[in-house]
Nanobody, 120 residues
Framework: QVQLVESGGGSVQAGGSLRLSCAAS?????MGWFRQAPGKEREGVAG??????FYADSVKGRFTISKDNAKNTLYLQMNSLKPEDTAMYYC??????????????????WGQGTQVTVSS
């Protein structure tokens, strides 16, 4: 089974930038980034799904998702970070088009998560 490992998280001041990476053990098709803050549900942040990219309204214009198929690596470039972006960020992958890109239950493969903390 494919294994996913996230990296690149850390602490940054508001307005700063971070780039998250998700290294996969093999080729992947549809992938997404999710995040979960304490006491809140895990939500979709960005996805590469059915050949297109998607973003949550809260991150449009600030975050960019990309994928390097040769390196089996997914990236999330995060600019103009805000305190409300603070959360544990997870990488997810699936090989089918079942469910929407934001459907957590449709992704069978998940990474361990990487913490992002944005201070005021």
């Amino acid at each position: 089974q494919v294994q996913l490992v996230e990296s690149g998280g850390g602490s940054v001041q508001a307005g700063g930038s971070l780039r998250l990476s998700c290294a996969a053990s093999g080729a992947t098709y549809n992938m997404g980034w999710f995040r979960q803050a304490p006491g809140k549900e895990r939500e979709g942040v960005a996805g590469i799904y059915a050949g297109n990219t998607f973003y949550a309204d809260s991150v449009k214009g600030r975050f960019t998702i990309s994928k390097d198929n040769a390196k089996n690596t997914l990236y999330l470039q995060m600019n103009s970070l805000k305190p409300e972006d603070t959360a544990m960020y997870y990488c997810a992958a699936k090989y089918s088009f079942r469910g929407a890109w934001t459907d957590r239950e449709s992704y069978p493969y998940w990474g361990q998560g990487t913490q992002v903390t944005v201070s005021s």
